[in-house]
């Protein structure tokens, strides 16, 4: 099960700044498309899960409460809220790419190699 969820997890990965795992309500409404109200608002019901914090204030004494919302936790909810999984979007991208000409196909298979193998290039 957990090897399912971490390849549909996968889909989404695109959508988030390379390092960076924690996010206000503002920018998970950016990544997802929505309000940093919305965002808020289903943080407080369980939707989406996070942190509060409250900086250096005890308890009791906050003046500001911060909300971060941890990359997976946004990953998780798109998944949960997502009408297909990652199999059906492959699918679904088959079937695009089985309608492109010679030269189409050409150009993406490029770009695929470039992402397949960009981890292992040597900055020479």
């Known amino acids: 099960m ?3 969820t971490d390849k549909n997890l ?8 390379k390092g960076k795992y924690w996010f206000s309500p503002k920018e998970v ?5 929505r309000s940093d109200q919305f965002v808020r608002n289903i943080f407080h019901s369980g939707k989406i899960l996070g ?15 911060y909300m971060r919302i941890h ?9 949960e809220t997502a009408n297909y999984d990652g199999d059906y979007f492959l699918e679904i991208l088959k079937g695009v790419v089985g309608q492109c000409s010679e030269y189409e196909l050409f150009v ?3 770009f695929v190699k470039d992402q397949l193998y960009r981890p292992f290039k040597r900055n020479n």
């Open 29 to 33: 409404g950016e990544i997802i498309g």
């Open 51 to 65: 942190h509060h914090e409250n900086g250096s204030k005890g308890r009791g004494e906050e003046k500001r409460v």
């Open 2 to 4: 957990k090897i399912e």
């Open 10 to 17: 996968g889909c989404f990965e695109y959508l988030f700044p």
């Open 108 to 110: 993406m298979e490029k």
């Open 71 to 79: 990359k997976r936790m946004v990953m998780l909810y798109l998944l």
